[in-house]
């Protein structure tokens, strides 16, 4: 299965492309619309479509294409903001009913898996936290008493599966792991099975409200009465581009020359924090770690996250290969909590499910829950906590906002002479760069045959300038996540338009 990154992840090396049934994209109005074929926009398909409703879903690449295809696939009722920062800032019966929207997630996930007969490597585990500071300490058992109260069967541990020196521990009952790609493909054919539509290979580009919605898609006009975005970040400007900021993971799985795999989840509470858990695939069993997160954009060599994350985990397992390491991409809610529902703009037509965290497996599956509720019976009880459009609460959303907005004024454009830009002669192929020309930024690529390729780096989404990431071969917006292939094209993200090409002379 193909990928938005260069590097592979475990998942998708045994899994085939999915093929979905042939056909031609629908005259009459469909009930929903979903854009995204990943965790978020499958799930939801398959529950509307049960429940009656006539659903398509429409994903730009392959299913499985974005962080699905890229994430290590914890199955967590604990989350990245620990429920005393989520008591803290929504309250009690409110941290109550996260906990409870995350149990649903994971039943909801093991329920698929039991009646649709999914051989997905799925296995119920113990989630172990610990901490190794007095610091840490403190936060421990603060995290303890809060998951508690808000309803996990958690209790302190004198042991943890991982070789790892720590001061105290937590053991959390119900956790879980799973082969993403192989449950998505799963849900695809039963969603498929059931009447849905899917098509691959078909990007939205915009929409027009009204009854019904009018999609305009690469494959022309989508007419539905509902429309989700199930594309983790939602495509254009909006409030939520200014509420989710992106963010980029590394994962590693090694093979242990003492063959001492750990059995169940374990998270250390640095910031950012490192996990581990135990694969097994092809007969083969992995290690898998990570950790070493950055804003998009934000590290100039993202080959170094991986050696750090590597001579980290070889401090304390007898490494004998690493097989996989891939790195991508997740957002951060301003408020720790994720955008589940209407969108902001009062259009209640208008789905969406966003702002995940390291928690979108399970909080991908609550979205479906949420949206298809919302759908069928106009309510949910997680419809307010999660409502996309809530302004509270919002401490530090100032500088949340100002650190992302990298934006620039000046644009670029014309024709450019090579010889005049120093730094080409230092490019190896397949590397890429932004360069200084007259005064004004471009972004140069060297692929693998010798030939340059300029781009004006000014992302086409928000006006803010691309990094290159040399690790997955992207032009990534520090701003909102919007990823491009090297030679420009829009690879994921919010923006609808291509980098813009420029001329180079003299080559
Ligand atoms: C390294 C890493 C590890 C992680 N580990 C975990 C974990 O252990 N547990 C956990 O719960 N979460 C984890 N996460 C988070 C989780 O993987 C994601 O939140 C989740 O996969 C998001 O799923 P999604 O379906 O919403 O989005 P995606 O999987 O990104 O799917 C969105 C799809 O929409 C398509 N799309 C985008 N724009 C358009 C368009 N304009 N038209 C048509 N299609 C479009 C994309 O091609 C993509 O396939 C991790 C994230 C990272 C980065």
Same mark, same amino acid.
């Given at each position: 299965m193909q990928r938005d990154g260069t590097t592979e992840s475990l998942w998708q090396h045994d899994t085939p492309p999915y093929r979905p049934v042939p056909r031609n994209i629908p005259h009459d109005a469909a009930d929903v619309l979903i854009v995204g074929g990943g965790i978020t926009g499958l799930t939801t398909g398959l529950l509307l479509q049960r429940a009656g409703k006539s659903c398509i879903i429409i994903e730009s690449h392959e299913i499985g294409f974005g962080t699905t295809g890229g994430t290590t696939a914890h199955l967590n009722t604990i989350l990245d903001t620990p429920y005393n920062q989520i008591e803290k800032d929504f309250g009690e019966d409110n941290a109550q009913l996260v906990a409870q929207g995350t149990r649903e997630a994971l039943e909801l996930i093991k329920k698929n898996i039991e009646e649709l007969n999914i051989d997905c490597d799925y296995s119920v585990q113990p989630g172990f936290i610990f901490s190794q500071t007095d610091e840490q300490n403190e936060e421990l058992d603060k995290i303890l008493e809060s998951s508690r109260k808000a309803g996990l069967d958690m209790d302190y541990s004198t042991s943890i599966p991982v070789p790892i020196p720590f001061e105290k521990a937590v053991v959390v009952q119900g956790q879980a792991q799973f082969h993403p790609l192989k449950y998505i493909v799963a849900l695809a054919k039963a969603y498929e099975e059931a009447g849905g539509m899917l098509f691959q290979g078909c990007h939205f580009l915009d929409y027009k409200t009204g009854d019904p919605v009018e999609a305009t898609t690469s494959?022309?006009?989508?007419?539905?009465?509902?429309?989700l975005f199930a594309t983790h970040m939602l495509p254009g400007i909006n409030l939520l581009s200014f509420r989710c900021a992106p963010y980029r993971s590394y994962a590693i799985a090694v093979t242990l020359a003492d063959g001492k795999y750990p059995e169940g989840l374990c998270y250390d509470l640095y910031d950012p924090y490192h996990y581990y858990r135990t694969q097994e695939n092809g007969g083969e069993k992995y290690l898998i770690a990570g950790g070493e997160d950055h804003k998009t954009g934000h590290e100039e060599n993202t080959e170094a996250p991986?050696?750090?994350?590597?001579?980290?985990?070889?401090?304390?397992?007898?490494v004998d290969k690493t097989v996989y390491r891939w790195s991508s991409q997740y957002f951060e809610?301003? !408020?720790g909590l994720a955008y589940i529902g209407t969108?902001?703009?009062g259009d209640n037509k208008i789905f969406v499910a966003t702002g995940f965290s390291g928690n979108g497996?399970?909080?991908?599956?609550?979205?479906?829950?949420v949206i298809s509720s919302l759908i069928t019976e106009e309510k949910s009880p997680y419809e307010k906590l999660f409502n996309p459009g809530r302004i509270k609460p919002v401490a530090g959303f100032a500088n949340f906002v100002k650190e992302n907005a990298d934006v620039v004024k000046e644009f670029v454009s014309g024709r450019f002479s090579v010889s005049s830009i120093k730094e080409v002669s230092e490019l190896a192929r397949g590397e890429a760069?932004?360069?200084?020309?007259?005064?004004?930024?471009?972004?140069?690529?060297? !692929?693998?045959?010798?030939?340059?390729?300029?781009?004006?780096?000014?992302?086409t989404h928000a006006k803010c300038i691309v990094s290159w990431n040399s690790a997955e071969h992207s032009w990534d917006c520090p701003c909102h996540g919007g990823r491009f292939t090297p030679e420009g094209k829009v690879l994921t993200g919010p923006a609808a338009r291509d980098l813009e090409k420029l001329e180079l002379e003299d080559l």
């Open positions: 494959r022309g006009t989508i007419k539905a009465k509902k429309l991986f050696l750090r994350l590597e001579a980290y985990v070889r401090k304390f397992f007898q809610p301003a !408020d969108m902001p703009t497996m399970t909080y991908g599956t609550l979205s479906a829950i760069r932004i360069v200084k020309y007259e005064g004004k930024k471009i972004g140069l690529y060297k !692929d693998e045959e010798g030939a340059l390729h300029a781009v004006n780096p000014v992302c």
